[in-house]
């Protein structure tokens, strides 16, 4: 766990440094940051003309497993993780079985523990079987320091009655409620079964009432006082709502995906069943106003939404193929690629974005180059050129919107906790 990171691009700014420095990691902890560090017998990484930033972190994530193995396994998506750049990573509790039980959530642990080569949080279920109906036990399932975070993921809980109590207990719990606000198969059924006399509003038909639920959450956010962070914002009115809500100090942070930071639904009518995500492809102004929303800070994080499933899955054609894309191993090419280096955000940004923001919001240790800290580090090859081809990617699932793109900048290596996962496009683990 020794190492020295000789002569990148160091970029921290957590702690306002962009330099040229050598980094020395004793016993996995960063124990020295110099201009020229000198070290008898200590394993060197040439980091010339790379940039070395703190370890990324991607607090939106579906690695599967248990019984649906067949789409992701934490072994796959922690390696994927390490391809792409990430050091830490969250899950999301939409397992089979769901992460609704202290016995899910230690199988989940002990699984983590054996089969990860990252480091992995987990957040867990709001609701038993994810249903919206009855809370979960949700002080039992507060493992610490796995369990960041708490939500339905896939599903809003529809009840505000039952949202509201979540937003008590979540206090109580001191956890952060991180809801999905997007409409979803199961809840537009429950819709349909309740009010069998009412049409099915096209706005529900279309998954059009994200801004419903942010404004719903934001106000509870007020009304309990509690945090809350709105997961994967695709739509302006979200945004504005969340802006609002800021200026009025109630305690929101929210997150945009690659995929809605740089698609439209015409991709999607292109690209077919695999651009079928929940929340789905907006329109262009949408777009526009995420990225102007990470340009003046409304939007804090940018996580993937890694969400992969089989290719027999998404060959069902479009109504029948199930909602996600994968993006662990896109996400930093397709950032640097459509956002940094055209201008529309600055790399200082992107890390902030990227391993700052999510780092403070979760509160994990990593987001930080300081001296002490766990080495949990990403070096990044601005300059990489590469296309995106899925059947090159560790990840099982193949599902990328982004198959075919010409990419500008790639992860080079990652460190975690001193250890070196990934080097020159090869996993070392
Ligand atoms: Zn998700």
Same mark, same amino acid.
């Given at each position: 766990?020794?190492?020295l990171?000789?002569?990148?691009?160091?970029?921290d700014?957590?702690?306002?440094v962009?330099?040229?420095?050598d980094?020395?990691?004793?016993?996995?902890?960063?124990?020295?940051?110099?201009?020229?560090i000198?070290?008898?017998g200590?394993?060197?990484?040439? %980091?010339?003309?790379?940039?070395?930033?703190?370890?990324?972190?991607?607090?939106?994530?579906?690695?599967?497993?248990?019984?649906?193995?067949?789409?992701?396994?934490?072994?796959? #998506?922690?390696?994927?993780?390490a391809?792409?750049g990430?050091t830490?990573?969250?899950?999301?509790?939409?397992?089979?079985?769901?992460?609704?039980?202290?016995q899910?959530?230690?199988?989940w642990?002990?699984?983590?523990e054996?089969?990860?080569?990252?480091?992995?949080?987990?957040?867990?279920?709001?609701?038993?079987?994810?249903?919206?109906?009855?809370?979960?036990?949700?002080?039992?399932?507060v493992?610490?320091?796995?369990?960041?975070?708490?939500?339905?993921?896939?599903?809003?809980?529809?009840?505000?009655?039952?949202m509201?109590?979540?937003?008590?207990?979540?206090?109580?719990?001191?956890?952060?409620?991180?809801?999905h606000?997007?409409?979803?198969?199961?809840t537009?059924?429950?819709?349909?079964?309740?009010?069998?006399l009412?049409?099915l %509003?096209?706005?529900?038909?279309h998954?059009?009432?994200?801004?419903y639920?942010?404004?719903?959450?934001?106000q509870?956010?007020?009304?309990?006082?509690?945090?809350?962070?709105?997961?994967?914002?695709?739509?302006?009115?979200s945004?504005?709502?969340?802006?609002?809500?800021?200026?009025?100090?109630?305690?929101?942070?929210c997150e945009a995906?690659?995929?809605?930071?740089t698609l439209?639904e015409?991709?999607?009518?292109?690209?077919?069943?695999d651009?079928?995500?929940?929340?789905?492809l907006?329109?262009?102004d949408?777009?526009?106003?995420?990225q102007?929303?990470?340009?003046?800070?409304?939007?804090?994080?940018?996580?993937?939404?890694?969400?992969?499933?089989?290719?027999?899955?998404?060959?069902?054609?479009?109504?029948?193929?199930p909602?996600?894309?994968?993006?662990?191993e896109?996400?930093?090419?397709?950032?640097l690629?459509?956002?940094?280096?055209?201008?529309?955000?600055?790399?200082?940004?992107a890390i902030e974005?990227?391993s700052i923001n999510?780092?403070?919001?979760?509160?994990?240790?990593g987001?930080?180059?300081?001296? #002490?800290?766990?080495?949990?580090?990403t070096?990044?090859?601005?300059?990489?050129?590469?296309?995106v081809?899925?059947?090159?990617?560790?990840?099982q699932?193949?599902?990328t919107?982004?198959?075919g793109?010409r990419?500008?900048?790639?992860a080079? %290596?990652?460190?975690?906790?001193?250890?070196?996962?990934?080097?020159?496009?090869?996993?070392?683990?």
């Amino acid at each position: 766990m020794n190492l020295l990171i000789r002569g990148g691009r160091v970029i921290d700014p957590s702690r306002d440094v962009d330099d040229y420095l050598d980094i020395l990691i004793e016993e996995g902890l960063i124990s020295r940051i110099d201009p020229h560090i000198e070290q008898e017998g200590v394993p060197v990484i040439e %980091a010339a003309g790379k940039v070395v930033v703190p370890g990324l972190i991607d607090m939106h994530c579906h690695l599967r497993d248990f019984n649906e193995s067949y789409k992701e396994t934490i072994a796959t #998506g922690t390696k994927a993780a390490a391809l792409g750049g990430f050091t830490t990573v969250v899950c999301e509790p939409n397992t089979d079985p769901p992460l609704d039980t202290p016995q899910a959530v230690e199988q989940w642990i002990n699984r983590a523990e054996q089969d990860a080569c990252v480091n992995l949080y987990t957040k867990v279920c709001l609701t038993k079987g994810r249903k919206g109906k009855q809370l979960v036990n949700l002080r039992a399932l507060v493992h610490r320091p796995w369990v960041v975070a708490a939500t339905d993921d896939g599903n809003p809980v529809v009840s505000d009655n039952v949202m509201e109590r979540a937003f008590v207990k979540a206090r109580e719990s001191e956890l952060l409620l991180t809801p999905h606000c997007e409409e979803s198969p199961t809840t537009i059924q429950d819709f349909q079964q309740q009010n069998p006399l009412i049409p099915l %509003a096209e706005e529900i038909a279309h998954y059009k009432r994200e801004p419903y639920y942010v404004a719903r959450d934001l106000q509870l956010a007020e009304r309990t006082n509690w945090r809350v962070h709105i997961s994967h914002v695709s739509m302006a009115q979200s945004l504005g709502l969340i802006k609002q809500a800021r200026a009025r100090w109630v305690p929101v942070t929210c997150e945009a995906t690659p995929h809605h930071l740089t698609l439209t639904e015409k991709d999607a009518e292109k690209c077919g069943p695999d651009a079928k995500t929940n929340p789905p492809l907006r329109q262009r102004d949408d777009v526009k106003a995420l990225q102007q929303g990470l340009k003046d800070g409304t939007i804090d994080c940018i996580a993937s939404d890694h969400a992969p499933h089989a290719p027999h899955e998404k060959a069902r054609g479009w109504e029948a193929a199930p909602m996600g894309a994968i993006g662990l191993e896109t996400s930093l090419g397709v950032i640097l690629t459509s956002l940094v280096h055209p201008g529309i955000i600055t790399l200082t940004q992107a890390i902030e974005l990227m391993s700052i923001n999510p780092a403070r919001i979760l509160g994990l240790s990593g987001g930080s180059l300081s001296i #002490g800290k766990p080495a949990d580090i990403t070096i990044i090859d601005l300059e990489k050129k590469w296309v995106v081809d899925p059947s090159l990617f560790a990840s099982q699932g193949r599902n990328t919107p982004f198959k075919g793109w010409r990419l500008r900048g790639k992860a080079y %290596a990652t460190i975690v906790g001193g250890k070196v996962v990934m080097k020159a496009e090869e996993l070392l683990v």
